[in-house]
């Protein structure tokens, strides 16, 4: 049973361009959730989503920043007009119901704005 | 005031010492406790998880909370050079659906 997979592992942008990434939850998980991680600090609550619904996404930034998880494939993670202050890691975890303490992470997506 | 306060560290210790990990807080509803290892260029993985207070061991490794000092801690026995990781403590409300992490704590084990 494979884990969280999360590609690309590294993903370099230019000021401006979009990022997008992708995450796949471990099999016969159906809840994500989305972290991000800043140079020297802790994991930060994003988005919490179900299939074809977003739950909860007080962590997300109100502009630029937009998350899915369709019916079928990966949760997406998008960022448009991306500014060097969204250097940062992104991490996916996955649960199989809602969140007890059953969250597995994906080895995240390393975010580079050049 | 962050929610959860943990000391960056970084904390150097000779293998076979005991380790002590710290993290404090300040909201009165978390109810779940838990502690990741990070290794470098890794995903947080989950070591060990205790519901209100108490203590619980697995191994070398010992957690306690005391929900009346907001005050979690982490006790890693007999310490190895693999143990080098940095560690997370981060906790959750009742029927909460996010986690909150304190910074982490740097942790090296010399040979």
């Known amino acids: 049973n494979a884990g969280v997979m999360q590609n690309p592992r590294h993903l370099v942008r230019r000021r401006g361009q979009e990022a997008r990434l992708r995450c796949s939850p471990m099999?016969?998980?159906?809840?994500v959730y989305w972290y991000r991680q800043l140079p020297e600090e802790g994991l930060k609550f994003m988005v919490y989503l179900q299939k074809e619904n977003i739950i909860d996404e007080s962590g997300m930034p109100k502009e630029r920043f937009s998350a899915e998880f369709p019916k079928e494939g990966p949760s997406i993670l998008r960022i448009q007009q991306v500014v060097r202050g969204d250097s940062a890691a992104y991490f996916c975890?996955?649960?199989?119901?809602?969140?007890?303490?059953?969250?597995?992470f994906g080895q995240g997506t390393r975010l580079t704005v050049v | 005031q962050k929610e959860v306060e943990q000391d960056p560290g970084p904390l150097s210790v000779p293998e076979g010492a005991i380790v002590s990990l710290n993290c404090t807080y300040s909201n009165s509803a978390f109810q779940y406790f838990m502690w990741y290892r990070q290794y470098s260029r890794k995903g947080p993985e989950l070591l060990m998880y205790?519901?209100?207070?108490g203590n619980k061991e697995d191994g070398r490794f010992t957690a306690q909370v005391d929900k009346s000092s907001k005050y979690i801690s982490l006790f890693i026995r007999d310490s190895q050079p693999s143990d080098s990781a940095t560690y997370l403590c981060a906790m959750k409300g009742q029927g909460a659906q996010k986690l909150v992490f304190g910074q982490g704590t740097r942790l090296t084990i010399n040979p």
């Open positions: 099999k016969g998980h159906s809840h």
């Open positions: 205790t519901y209100s207070s």
């Open positions: 975890a996955s649960s199989p119901g809602q969140l007890g303490t059953e969250a597995f």
